[in-house]
């Protein structure tokens, strides 16, 4: 069993900068993609990043230069860090973790960016 939990999120202005974590539990963490996920209001749920077991990422077009994802397998925790943020970046982000077919979900944590 591994349990997810976020943190980070707030309100911030355009142009500012947050950084969310991920805290995870279980000793399979290092073997584990991660990923952030986010679901703006009336929108669908979108990958937003992901980083594997070896620390390969990939990031949605739409965030490409603008945010980080990492990893700190000591800590169980992910981080992403986004700058340059925009409105368009308000949602809530929830953190993934994919391990030997099993998916696990932490609650989110809600992004609001404002103009």
């Known amino acids: 069993q591994v349990q997810l939990v976020e943190s980070g999120g707030g309100l911030v202005q355009a142009g500012g900068s947050l950084r969310l974590s991920c805290a995870a539990s279980?000793?399979?963490?290092?073997?584990?993609?991660m990923r952030w996920f986010r679901q703006a209001p009336g929108k669908q749920r979108e990958l937003v990043a992901s980083?594997?077991?070896?620390?390969?990422?990939n990031y949605a077009d739409s965030v490409k230069g603008r945010f980080t994802l990492s990893r700190d397998n000591a800590k169980n925790t992910v981080y992403l860090q986004m700058n340059s943020l925009k409105p368009e970046d308000t949602a809530v982000y929830s953190c993934?973790?994919?391990?030997?077919?099993?998916?696990?979900w932490g609650n989110g944590t809600l992004v609001t960016v404002s103009s």
């Open positions: 980083i594997t077991s070896d620390e390969r990422t």
């Open positions: 993934n973790a994919a391990y030997s077919g099993l998916h696990y």
């Open positions: 279980g000793r399979t963490f290092s073997r584990a993609e």
